[in-house]
């Protein structure tokens, strides 16, 4: 039987790092109306506003995807706890019967 070794805090800290960008993503709109006023002329306003929209769009289409990855780390990290809790009440009871068996 091979043995399966999990990072269970790099699973943690990639969960972190998911919400970290995932609320960055949330929050750059606010960026881009801040900046609006700063480009000047027209046809660089323009432009970036143009920028923004394509942007926009490709933003949320990430935020999802970080969204579902967030998901899915959270739900192994729990899954490997949850397994490992699982595990050891197993081998711990095992181990009393041998014990109780005078092996």
Excluded: P
């Amino acid at each position: 039987m091979s043995d399966l070794t999990v990072d269970d805090d790099l699973l943690k800290k990639s969960g972190k790092a998911l919400k970290k960008i995932q609320y960055e993503f949330e929050h750059t709109e606010k960026h881009q109306k801040d900046l609006r006023g700063i480009w000047g002329s027209s046809q660089i306003t323009s432009a970036m506003d143009a920028f923004a929209d394509n942007w926009d769009y490709h933003r949320k289409q990430l935020l999802e995807a970080i969204k579902s990855v967030g998901g899915l780390t959270e739900e192994c990290h729990k899954a490997f706890k949850d397994l490992d809790h699982e595990l050891e009440k197993a081998t711990k009871g095992k181990s009393e019967a041998r014990k109780g068996s005078g092996e």
